[in-house]
């Protein structure tokens, strides 16, 4: 078989194997019915509907003719570290500096994956996340989030 799209079908290759791996991982735990959902019942399904929904991206891939645009662009490492890191990062600071400075961390070093990346841009994307995170989480939910840093607060 010849792959005439290539982009189509490397998709539906990577949604398969992570609709797989989800339905894999989620076996150890207790699967329940639908009435009484156990633990594994959510991802097996969700895992299952990925694995099908790649396997049909896949076969398209294989079907269609792509046209001279269906190469698959070199993989850029420097965005995928620099989102992960940030997520990383928010996550190690939430606790010693607060929502505002880790927030603002995350959205800026996660920003920074991008060829259009502008500093006055996420720093208001910043100050909008921050007022909606504090009025969702703090006050309505009633969260026990940080909002300043350690030494900031009372």
Excluded at 148 to 153: D, Q, S, T, V
Aim: hydrophobic residues 60%.
């Amino acid at each position: 078989m010849k792959i005439k799209d290539a982009k189509d079908f490397w998709s539906g290759v990577m949604f398969s194997a992570f609709g797989l791996s989800f339905v894999v991982f989620a076996q150890q735990y207790d699967m329940g019915t639908a009435a009484r959902m156990g633990p594994a019942f959510f991802p097996t399904m969700l895992g299952g509907l990925m694995l099908a929904l790649g396997i049909l991206i896949m076969f398209k891939g294989l079907k269609t003719d792509g046209g001279a645009d269906s190469k698959v662009d070199a993989f850029h490492f420097k965005p995928l570290l620099l989102v992960l890191g940030a997520v990383v990062a928010f996550g190690l600071l939430l606790r010693p500096l607060g929502l505002l400075v880790s927030l603002t961390v995350l959205v800026v070093v996660s920003s920074l994956g991008s060829p259009e990346f502008r500093l006055r841009d996420a720093l208001l994307l910043t100050v909008g996340l921050a007022i909606l995170c504090v009025v969702v989480f703090v006050n309505a939910l009633g969260m026990t989030i940080p909002v300043l840093p350690a030494f900031m607060r009372d």
